[in-house]
Structure formats: C-alpha cells, structure tokens
C-alpha cells in the first residue's frame, strides 16, 4: 500500500478526464467519475472503515440545521480509519483537550481521554493521513501532538489547507510555522484525486476552503463518501439545509450544491453509504448496521 500511496501523490493530474466548457456552477461532482479515479491505483482495497468518538459538543439542533427544533442534540468529534490487508489509513485526527475547551466556549463538554489516546495510537501506527478539512477538531491531533514530529510526515494536506493553516487558522493553537509546516506532505489538485486503491479526493470547498469529502470502494464493492462537515446532521443532507450556526462562515452557494449531490447519492446510489463527522444519531446506526465499526484497530 506504501508503493500505491507515494504513486498516488506524483500522478500526473493531466490523465483525468477533461470535461467540456460549460458554465461552472458553485460547485459539482459525478459519482461514476469519482469512481474511475478511485480505481486508478492498483491494489487491494479496504476491508473496513472504523469511527471512534473522543468528545462531544452539546448544541440545539437548529444550529445544525436551519430551521430545525431547538431540541437537544449531541455533535460527536469522531475520527475515522481505513483498513487495508496491509495497514490503515487514517481520516482526520482528532484534538486535544485544549483545543476541545474551545469549541465548547466557556461550557464544559464531555471529553474522553482514553478515545483520545486510541485516536493518538491508531495516527502513530496509521501509513498515511488525511483530513477532510482545516478546523481544529480534525486536524489537532496531528498538529499539537507530542508526536508532531512522527506523524506529518506522512499526513497529506492540500495547499489550501496548508495556507489556510499558516495564514488564518480558525485558533491561534493550529496555526502552522513555515518550519512545521515543510514536515507535511502537501498536495494540489483540481477535482479529484486518486489517493490509494479504492480512495479518492473530493474538493468540496464551502465549510472552509480547504474541505473535501472521501470517497472509498471496499473489497465487498460497498461504497462510502465520508463527507466531513458539508452537514452537521442528516437531516441537512435530507432537507438540503445548510447551518445556521452564527460563529461559522460558509461558502453558501457551494455548501447547497454538495447538500444537492449527497442528497442524490441518498436517493439514487443505494450502495453509497454518506457519513457526516459530527452525526452522532447516525454514528450510532452506522455502527448497529455494522456499516462502520466502532473501535480502531
């Protein structure tokens, strides 16, 4: 998998396929497109995908979704890993207690030391990582860990990410020195990109600049897009119905548009499974329908 990953990273862009002029709109994806690039690296694909929640964030559902009930509702900080023959890879990386106090604003949340110190185990045995967007609870575990120096170098981050890191990180804690962040692998692309067998990069800016959603293939053939925070719930993609949370700010024309394509992956491609980060109603039926496990290995 170590030979698939470092051909992924210098394949040549220019092999994808080129698609015809036409006016953009805010922001588009073809499954079956996804699909060919995920195909492009040759290899075993991945017998699993695990998820692990290391805190929570206690907030009404309204803030998740626009228009919702201001009933209670649990935002799970989750981080995910994939499971090959031949080792793992790791999607986002959790944080630390500090920078967890942040998001709770003054509110003390539920934090939970010995997931965190799973999450900190499985980046440290994990072959490469990758994040689905710049904002602390995804990528803190890397960048403040004891173990910075171990684990950059095999965590992928795009340039935008990167430049969003050293120039307007969303904490002071994140931010990236230019010393820190020559550690890292850093990757360009336009659409998508081919990462490892059966894994594929969505660009998918809105949440921040830097997002992307995952898409991966099994070897079973059951298919997943782990879309990161395009929604914070499920009813967002089934409404298609952005945030309304006062302390973010959105690419919103971008945000509607992936809300519109999960929403027809939902629909259309019932061998698509979408996974949100932050879902913890249906973390937990993931994980009953044995559709992700729910301890890292």
Known sequence: MKRSFLLAAFLCLGALPVLAQTPAPAWSADINEIRHVAAMIPGARPLRINVLKFAESRRTKNFSVKGAPKDPSIQARTAFQVVYRDGTMMVDSGMDLQVHKFFGRGVEEPYFPDQAREVERALRSAKAIVMTHEHGDHVGGVIRSPFFAELAPKTVLTRTQMQTLMTEPQMPEIKLTPDMAKRFIVIDYDKYYPFAPGMALIK??????????????????????????????????????????????????????????????????????????????????????????????
């Open 204 to 297: 998918a800016p809105g949440h921040t600049p830097g997002s992307q959603m995952i898409y991966l293939v099994l070897d079973s053939g059951k298919e997943y897009v782990l879309a990161g925070d395009v929604a914070w719930h499920m009813d967002g993609v089934r409404t298609i119905t952005g945030k309304d949370a006062p302390w973010i700010t959105e690419d919103v024309a971008s945000i509607g548009a992936e809300l519109a394509w999960l929403n027809m992956l939902t629909k259309n491609e019932k061998n698509v499974t979408v996974v949100l980060s932050h879902d913890e109603e249906q973390r937990l039926d993931d994980i009953k329908q044995k559709l992700l496990g729910d301890r890292l290995e």
